[in-house]
């Protein structure tokens, strides 16, 4: 969009990992605790979550958030000023303190059949990834998919609770047609894995969390469960205690030689960590196709690696 509305603060958006949060507007029991579960864990690794704040799952996410002290955010379907879904200016003014709303409707305007369709590119395209917590085969938010994809993005889902229920078709069927399937938070940061989201590791100072009794009863056969968060049993030897002959080499550099002046380029931005194709084209002032031309290069030079999501490395 050439221009669009915010009512809150953008400057964060950079900062850190944002997941974008889709599902249905009546969603099942079940998938309403996975997702506040998912969501707060995903907090608690240095994410934040952004919604297209419809009803259900949407303003599930952007309240979970809210609860956390993070910084919730919020792509609307209508104008800012347009009270939809009803009764939700509360909402909006609290997601605003911490967060962001933001909307390509200019004030008064009245959106038409295709606003929330074209309210996905941008909910997408502000994200590191989607994650789907419940959608049905007719699902308009399957739509996310489509951007997600064109954008070079990762698309998460949680397993059907039902398998046989139609309600969960929608998730069948992106599981289906390899959407990556999640069991909870650490299977996302697991996936976007790479130097750049080191940050969204569980710091081991959080010990233990307890889930709300209602939520953790339906997630574990009617019984409240505390969630204990293991440290790791490997011992670091002390650094005094190291021989010299322990000490861990470091990576050798990537040969350049034979390469031209681009693609040299490229190899220097990629020794700071992995970036997406778009990254690397707007650090060098090139068009999107010229990159990924160059890195298929040298993908087959053996140079570069791609990663999921049009992320490429060393």
């Known amino acids: ?20 949060v889709v599902g249905t507007r009546e969603p099942s029991e079940y998938s309403v605790k996975i997702t506040k579960h998912i969501c707060a864990d995903l907090i608690r690794r240095n994410c934040l979550l952004a919604s297209g704040f419809a009803g259900g799952i949407d303003q599930i996410a952007n309240r979970i958030a809210i609860e956390n002290n993070s910084r919730p955010i919020a792509v609307c379907g209508t104008a800012l000023d347009c009270d939809y879904p009803k009764g939700s200016n509360e909402l909006k003014k609290q997601i605003a303190e911490n967060g962001v709303v933001i909307s390509e409707y200019f004030p008064g305007y009245k959106p038409f059949g295709n606003a929330f369709v074209n309210r996905n590119r ?4 502000l994200s590191n990834a989607v994650l789907f917590t419940e959608c049905s085969k007719e699902s308009h938010g399957l739509d996310n998919v ?9 698309v998460f889902v949680v397993p059907p609770h039902d398998i046989y229920d139609s309600r969960y078709f929608g998730q069948r069927d992106l599981i289906r047609n390899e959407c990556q399937p999640v069991f909870g938070a650490e299977d996302i940061v697991y996936s976007l894995g790479n130097e750049r989201y080191q940050s969204l590791r569980l710091v081991e100072s959080l010990g233990e969390f307890t889930l709300p ?30 021989s010299e002959t322990e000490v861990v080499k470091p990576t050798p550099e990537p040969d350049l030689s034979g390469l031209d002046d681009t693609q040299k380029s490229i190899c220097k931005l990629l020794k700071s960590g992995n970036m997406l194709a778009d990254e690397i084209a707007a650090k060098l002032g090139m068009d999107i196709s010229d990159v990924l031309a160059q890195l298929t290069e040298l993908e087959l030079y053996g140079t570069v690696k791609s990663y999921p999501g049009k992320m490429f490395g060393l």
């Open 213 to 242: 009794a209602e939520d953790s009863a339906i997630l574990n056969n009617g019984e409240p469960k505390t969630v204990k968060h293991r440290k790791s049993k490997r011992k670091v030897p002390d650094s005094k205690t190291v």
């Open 122 to 125: 941008i909910l997408t395209g």
């Open 1 to 20: 969009p050439s221009v669009l509305y915010t009512y809150g603060n953008l400057d964060f958006l950079n900062d850190k990992c944002v997941i974008s």
């Open 146 to 154: 489509n951007h997600a994809i064109s954008q070079g993005k990762q």
